[in-house]
Nanobody
Framework: QVQLVESGGGLVQAGGSLTLSCAASGLTFGSVIMAWFRQAPGKERTFIARIYTSTGNTVYADSVKGRFTISRDNAKNTVYLLMNSLKPEDTAVYSC????????????????WGQGTQLTVSS
């Protein structure tokens, strides 16, 4: 019933920019905390950013702070990840996630996940 669908991935040269989108359906989008994760080949999935519901406050991983911006459009049931100054080490599958639970969000445990979209950054 709940579906998260990422889009916008692709091949980008180092220093370039790209915006990922995640369209949600089957849930009350305005009541969920949304987040972005990424998983590079052979590595564990890691937290990138999250955005809260009522406040719109955001939290970023140190690796992307100052380069990436998470935002949401509740009218469109969509969360975005604006990525600037991309580096080859940003290459990964990027997935969005959702949870209604504040504590689970803090501990990076999310209820719903998208299928992921591939970002490749060339040097």
């Amino acid at each position: 019933q709940v579906q998260l669908v990422e889009s916008g991935g692709g091949l980008v040269q180092a220093g370039g920019s790209l915006t990922l989108s995640c369209a949600a359906s089957g849930l009350t989008f305005g009541s969920v905390i949304m987040a972005w994760f990424r998983q590079a080949p052979g590595k564990e999935r890691t937290f990138i950013a999250r955005i809260y519901t009522s406040t719109g406050n955001t939290v970023y991983a140190d690796s992307v702070k100052g380069r990436f911006t998470i935002s949401r459009d509740n009218a469109k049931n969509t969360v975005y990840l604006l990525m600037n100054s991309l580096k080859p080490e940003d290459t990964a599958v990027y997935s969005c996630a959702a949870t209604n639970n504040f504590l689970n969000a803090i501990s990076h445990r999310y209820t719903y996940w998208g299928q992921g979209t591939q970002l490749t950054v060339s040097s």
